[in-house]
């Protein structure tokens, strides 16, 4: 019964977000946009005429009605995948996506093996 | 004459280092457990010098001696004497000269600090790390020399760039160097095991001390220039992800897993090829990051100091390393023994240095693989902090959930009695995330699932605190800390307020519950800058305060720099951080507002997660 609460409990602190996440969030796309003349900054972080002339685009295209993927799409043809801090999950990138998770599920494996092998000797 | 005193000094080191060697060699063919006492002379007098040799660069920053190239590019006479004195190793061949004293100083206390160990292994230690010692002295002096003079001696330095010239950047390249080169000694430490088969639980008991030193001081390093990051760079955040910082924090894993594995072996003997590869790999991912910062291939808004050919002569170093170190892993290997009980302290220990390797790999996968595709192919791509935070963030709950059950678990085996009180915990843990979801906002799954795991780990903590024993008190600190970082970031990202406008002198404007204006601009002359100051109020409608901001413009003279100085009100609920920016052709000036909650706390959980550190260094030292 108790266990039961708990649930709900946890499940309602989930839900009270399922209105909030409807919005294209300006300010995430912002963080996600690399500023092509500054060095190591997100147009977020910088306000040279290059990212004030960018923040104007994206909010252009909130407007038009584009979702967030649309947004990186546009601009990734037009700058080139340069400008994206979240590189693109796609063939070229597979192993960057790829890589750590399947170090993760080897390393997982390997520690099962060890505890196998040593409770088969004991 | 500074000049010939510091090239003086360092071939007379390079000369030690040899001599050291060759009386190493001699001393291992006797057939008895004596070192030469002439060795422990020649390590102390090598420290000495390179102490010496240090202060003479020093000096001739302090009295601005600009016959020597580096201090004419890094130096100004007009500068602060603290920024002079900081200047000395705010420079890549200055920094290199601190780098040699740390291999150095720390080769001559692991000599005289482990006089119970065996010779063979002592020398052995010994002759590696001066090995390392002469391959960064020859790179001193072949390519990126201190102490090279220029003719015709300039009558003024090209000076420090401004954002370097602060107090806390002043002290994070001493802290981070002994952090990362410290650990190059238990690098040396594991060839010498190997070589002289001296291996189990004595070999973890003297590097034990090493690791810890240099895992705390790595940590108030990272530390440190996170704080400078947050107040300098002007963005309010204080991790960007960047390469340079991805370089800081490699070894940091590749420690914090060694220092677990550390354990293993002390206690039980197993795991002894595993740790062996781990302090190998620390040392090694130091250079790496080393090269990769000052090779200048990396994008970074860090980049300092950099030029190619260092970075050619730091990749043939590191490869050498690399392959020495792989060389004497295969010829060594053993299979080993290792008995690993599921339950057990052992698993637990596994189960972090599995985590950390996770991190480990993707950081350094996210920090190369950019390099590589744009070799590979002509497809530039970008890997930034939302990369980072979509693959890690998720596995960190797991983590945390392991941290807090781990320490529980006893040595070989364990039968896990009290699944009650960790079910009980858990509930506590939901229900305050609950309350904080309820009472102040809404936010993702993923956070939910963050501060739960954060609240998990520190009630276990809590928890742990009053049951176990007293010994276990410096790790109580660090997973507590730990479990208060992750609660107080996720708790800092998840209601931080960002607003980004523009505004205009007298001019007001209303966002949201925030009512902002900007009341003045004042010029001010200082000693090395001009600085134009703004007075922007800041009211909040909702809690009815009202704040005034002083944030900067500031225009340096030498070298002619324009920096943003951000205007931080720092207390104990959150910062309110406020920076402006000139627009050009534009009376108007770009304000970024940011209230931070709980800032403060986030450098405070660092803190005490380095001071666990301290303690165990302290009890380690008891003990011993």
Redesign the interface.
């Known amino acids: 019964m108790?266990f039961k609460i708990?649930l709900i409990?946890?499940f309602?602190?989930?839900n009270?977000?399922l209105?909030?996440?409807e919005l294209v969030e300006e300010?995430k796309i912002h963080?996600?946009l690399?500023c092509l003349v500054c060095?190591?900054?997100?147009i977020?972080?910088s306000?040279s005429?290059f990212a004030?002339t960018l923040k104007m685009v994206v909010k252009d295209l909130i407007d038009q009605g584009k979702t967030e993927a649309e947004i990186y799409s546009f601009l990734s043809d037009k700058y080139?995948?340069?400008?994206?801090?979240?590189?693109k999950i796609n063939q070229?990138?597979l192993?960057?996506?790829g890589?750590?998770?399947l170090?993760?599920i080897i390393?997982?494996v390997?520690?099962v093996f060890?505890?196998r092998k040593?409770?088969k000797?004991? | 004459m500074l000049s010939n005193t510091g090239n003086f000094l360092l071939f007379i080191n390079i000369f030690l280092s040899f001599l050291i060697i060759y009386n190493s060699f001699k001393c291992l063919k006797i057939k008895n457990n004596l070192i030469f006492k002439n060795i422990y002379q020649i390590s102390l007098l090598q420290s000495t010098l390179i102490l010496i040799c240090f202060f003479t660069l020093t000096s001739a920053f302090i009295v601005s001696d600009f016959s020597l190239i580096t201090v004419y590019q890094n130096s100004h006479s007009l500068k602060p004497l603290f920024y002079k004195i900081s200047g000395t190793w705010g420079n890549h061949e200055g920094s290199l000269l601190l780098w040699v004293i740390i291999l150095t100083i720390f080769s001559f206390l692991f000599l005289i600090y482990n006089k119970n160990h065996p010779k063979n292994y002592r020398l052995h230690t010994l002759i590696i790390q001066n090995l390392l010692i002469l391959g960064f002295l020859l790179f001193i002096i072949f390519n990126s020399n201190p102490f090279s003079s220029i003719n015709p001696i300039p009558k003024e330095g090209l000076g420090l760039n401004p954002i370097l010239q602060d107090p806390a950047l002043a002290i994070h390249p001493p802290l981070l160097y002994i952090g990362f080169v410290g650990s190059s000694i238990y690098f040396s430490a594991a060839m010498a095991s190997m070589i002289s088969n001296y291996s189990g639980s004595l070999f973890a008991q003297s590097i034990k001390s090493w690791v810890l030193i240099s895992w705390i001081f790595q940590t108030l390093g990272i530390l440190v220039g996170s704080i400078w990051a947050y107040y300098e760079l002007g963005w309010g955040g204080f991790w960007f992800w960047d390469p340079v910082e991805n370089a800081s924090l490699l070894p940091w894993f590749a420690m914090t897993a060694l220092l677990h594995s550390l354990l293993v072996l002390e206690k039980r003997n197993t795991l002894y090829f595993w740790t062996i590869i781990l302090c190998l790999m620390t040392f090694t991912l130091s250079v790496t990051g080393t090269f990769l910062v000052r090779s200048g291939i990396l994008n970074s808004v860090h980049t300092f100091a950099n030029d190619p050919s260092r970075g050619i002569y730091i990749l043939v170093f590191l490869s050498l390393m690399i392959f020495a170190s792989i060389y004497f892993l295969f010829s060594k290997y053993k299979p080993t023994n290792d008995l690993i009980n599921s339950n057990s302290k052992e698993t637990f220990v596994l189960i972090n240095n599995w985590f950390m390797m996770f991190y480990l790999i993707t950081v350094l996968l996210g920090t190369l693989y950019p390099i590589f595709t744009d070799a590979i192919s002509d497809n530039k791509i970008s890997v930034g902090p939302p990369f980072y935070n979509s693959v890690i963030i998720p596995v960190v709950i797991a983590f945390l959930f392991f941290m807090a059950i781990g320490p529980q678990a006893k040595w070989i085996k364990n039968k896990f009695s009290n699944l009650r009180s960790i079910l009980l915990i858990l509930s506590g843990a939901i229900i305050i995330n609950f309350a904080i979801v309820y009472f102040l906002k809404s936010y993702s799954l993923i956070s939910n699932l963050i501060l739960i795991s954060s609240l998990f780990l520190i009630m276990s903590s809590i928890f742990d605190f009053f049951k176990q024993s007293k010994l276990s008190f410096p790790r109580i600190v660090s997973h507590l800390s730990f479990g208060f970082l992750i609660l107080f970031i996720g708790l800092n990202h998840n209601f931080s307020v960002e607003k980004d406008f523009n505004l205009k002198l007298g001019e007001a404007k209303k966002i949201d519950d925030y009512e902002f204006a900007l009341l003045d601009l004042k010029l001010s002359q200082e000693n090395n800058y001009k600085a134009v100051v703004g007075k922007l109020e800041v009211n909040n409608s909702n809690t009815m305060k009202r704040r005034v901001l002083y944030p900067e413009i500031r225009i340096y003279d030498n070298p002619q720099t324009l920096t943003y100085e951000a205007s931080i009100q720092t207390n104990f609920l959150g910062d309110h951080y406020l920076t402006m920016s000139n627009i050009d052709r534009s009376e108007y000036y770009n304000i970024k507002f940011q209230h931070k909650p709980l800032m403060i706390w986030i450098w405070i959980s660092v803190l005490l997660l380095s001071f666990g550190g301290f303690l165990s260094l302290f009890k380690n030292a008891k003990n011993n």
Request: hydrophobic letters at 40%; glycine letters at 10%.
């Open positions: 108790r708990l409990i946890f309602l602190s989930l009270i977000n209105y909030s996440n300010s963080k996600n690399r060095q190591g900054q997100s977020a972080d306000n005429d004030l080139g995948d340069w400008i994206l801090y979240k590189p070229g990138n192993l960057l996506w890589l750590p998770y170090a993760l390393g997982g390997i520690i060890l505890i040593s409770s000797k004991a």
